[in-house]
């Protein structure tokens, strides 16, 4: 019953360094998304996937990259983190089209950029 | 573009009173309409949705119908426990053909006091 899997859970950033969140799902999707959660501003796309080796900018994808090189994984990039970044991060699948089919979200990885 | 705007939280309640949680939308067409949950320390979990209008979503007790004419889709039950205790999420996806996206509210916060 895994579902769809984030790693870490939990991170620390200095200003500048880098890192990969990864999501990995067990449910075949075809559609993957990266979200991040901010007090008042509920969730904000920051990329997705319609499929493997498929990439699209969502609505604040600026500071991020993200790749899909196998379907059951997808992966985002912070180059330079920065202050700005420190967010809590869901990565969610679904079958299809969100229209009709139901979006599964991870657990969350919080992330905080001093 | 589209935009899903909520009530503004928190909202406290005793065990036993009757929830609403106002919702209303802006988007052309006809675009599906979800209320999602996040209990603390989790994922957004799907509660509902309601895919055209007059449609009515239901589960666990909530219930939520689509009304085209106010633009509007707002969250009910008619006695809540401590465990409804969580963030509600209301969202919508365009209707074309080529929605990919979950446009989401800004979240509310309730608490179900005992």
């Known amino acids: 019953n895994a579902g769809v899997t984030q790693t870490p859970k939990f991170r620390v950033l200095k200003t500048g360094q880098s890192m990969t969140l990864l999501c990995a799902q067990d449910?075949?999707?075809?559609?993957m998304y990266w979200y991040r959660q901010d007090p008042g501003l509920g969730l904000r796309l920051i990329h997705y996937?319609?499929?493997?080796?498929?990439?699209a900018k969502g609505e604040v994808p600026d500071g991020y990259n993200v790749s899909r090189l196998k379907k059951q994984n997808f992966l985002l990039g912070l180059e330079s983190a920065a202050p700005s970044q420190t967010s809590v991060y869901f990565c969610?699948?679904?079958?299809?089209?969100?229209?009709?089919?139901?979006?599964?979200f991870g657990e969350g990885s919080w992330l905080t950029v001093v | 573009g589209d935009s899903v705007t909520q009530m503004e939280g928190p909202v406290t309640l005793s065990e036993e009173a009757f929830l609403t949680i106002n919702c209303t939308y802006t988007?052309?067409?006809?675009?599906?309409l979800f209320w999602y949950v996040q209990y603390p320390g989790e994922g957004l979990q799907l509660l509902l949705k309601?895919?055209?209008?007059?449609d009515k979503g239901s589960n666990k007790g909530f219930e939520a119908t689509y009304r085209k004419e106010t633009t509007s889709f707002h969250l009910e039950k008619g006695s809540v426990q401590v465990s409804d205790s969580a963030v509600y999420f209301c969202?919508?996806?365009?209707?074309?053909?080529?929605?990919?996206?979950?446009?989401f509210g800004s979240g509310t916060q309730l608490t179900v006091l005992p």
């Open positions: 309601a895919t055209k209008a007059d």
């Open positions: 988007a052309t067409g006809y675009p599906s």
């Open positions: 969202a919508l996806t365009r209707p074309s053909g080529s929605a990919r996206q979950l446009t």
């Open positions: 969610a699948s679904s079958y299809s089209s969100p229209r009709g089919n139901t979006i599964y």
């Open positions: 996937s319609v499929g493997e080796g498929t990439t």
């Open positions: 449910m075949n999707h075809e559609y």
